[in-house]
């Protein structure tokens, strides 16, 4: 699988961060909290002592003691949280990215005859260039495109001169839901962690973002060959994806273990599209192309 138990400070170096802003947001609420709680607990009989004086009828002194042990606790219970919130995010956008993209290469058991690959929503191509790594190390000759909305052609093709595969890489800027290539024409189609943003702007729970994250499960399909294999890693809505899968009539349907990944739920999902046959008198050949969702 490429080069595995690398460093974290090494991934961090190469690929760095789309997102600081959140973690450091996060973080800096965390040392308030903290900092806050602390004074609670270095000046509590004068913090009880300053209740009683400013709101004498509603606080005795015991009544004091309970509502600043009680403001302190939750400040501190709130500081763990925040910690925990934003280690949690700083883990996730590259060291847990870089332990899922193995597991998504892994989740392609034979890669000797792979020749193309799509790696739909690339962004500084983390899986990218992991299964580059993976083509380089089987000798192989084919080639994995990564494909993005975003114009990230050169800080990707950075990242995977700096691995030392970039002869296997190519990028496209297209968009996820309308694929810029024929149908059946790669082997293994990968996403990650991209694909519960398509929609977005109409809300993440409403029914068009579901349509159009259903669009670009429809449009995965359709570009892998027959007997192909897809990967996809993503949060919250991968139910959704499986359920679109099967009705797709997908093979070898598989969903990994639960993993919390920017503090909600993800899974790995993989499928196999089944090779053609003849149709008999009572069936009806799919369309992959999934249009008039909506």
């Known amino acids: 699988m490429g080069k595995t138990g690398r460093d974290w400070t090494q991934i961090y170096a190469i690929y760095g961060m789309d997102d600081w802003h959140t973690p450091i947001f996060l973080l800096?609420?965390?040392?308030?909290?903290?900092?806050?709680?602390?004074?609670?607990?270095?000046?509590?009989?004068w913090i009880c002592y300053s209740f009683e004086s400013i709101f004498p009828s509603v606080f005795s002194g015991s009544v004091a003691r309970f509502a600043a042990g009680f403001t302190g606790s939750v400040t501190a219970l709130s500081a763990l949280c925040l910690f925990y919130a934003a280690g949690n995010m700083f883990?996730?956008?590259?060291?847990?990215?870089?332990?899922?993209?193995?597991?998504?290469?892994?989740?392609?058991?034979?890669?000797?005859?792979?020749?193309?690959?799509?790696?739909?929503?690339?962004?500084?191509?983390?899986?990218?260039?992991?299964?580059?790594?993976?083509?380089?190390?089987?000798?192989?000759?084919?080639?994995?495109?990564?494909?993005?909305?975003?114009?990230?052609?050169?800080?990707?093709?950075?990242?995977?001169g700096m691995e030392g595969v970039?002869?296997?890489?190519?990028?496209?800027?297209?968009?996820?839901?309308?694929?810029?290539?024929?149908?059946?024409?790669?082997?293994?189609?990968v996403s990650a962690g991209f694909v519960h943003k398509v929609g977005k702007e109409?809300?993440?729970k409403s029914a068009a973002a579901s349509a159009e994250r259903m669009r670009v499960v429809g449009e995965v399909v359709r570009v892998l060959k027959e007997g192909g294999i897809g990967v996809v890693w993503d949060l919250v809505h991968v139910p959704e994806y499986v359920l679109r899968l099967q009705e797709l009539k997908m093979e070898e349907i598989r969903v990994s273990e639960r993993v919390t990944a920017f503090m909600v739920s993800s899974h790995i999902v993989s499928f196999r599209k089944p090779s053609q046959h003849v149709l008999g008198p009572n069936e009806v050949r799919l369309d992959w192309r999934f249009n008039n969702i909506c």
Not at 101 to 126: E, F, N, P, Y
Request: charged letters at 20%; glycine letters at 6%.
């Open 28 to 45: 800096i609420h965390a040392i308030v909290f903290s900092s806050s709680s602390l004074i609670f607990l270095l000046y509590f009989n």
């Open 91 to 160: 883990y996730s956008s590259v060291a847990l990215r870089w332990d899922m993209a193995q597991r998504m290469v892994s989740a392609v058991h034979d890669w000797s005859t792979v020749k193309t690959v799509l790696d739909v929503g690339c962004g500084r191509g983390i899986l990218l260039n992991a299964v580059a790594m993976q083509l380089k190390k089987e000798g192989s000759s084919g080639r994995v495109v990564g494909l993005d909305r975003k114009n990230t052609t050169l800080s990707t093709l950075r990242t995977a």
């Open 202 to 204: 109409f809300g993440q």
């Open 166 to 189: 970039q002869e296997y890489v190519t990028c496209r800027e297209g968009d996820a839901r309308r694929l810029p290539f024929p149908d059946n024409y790669f082997d293994v189609v």
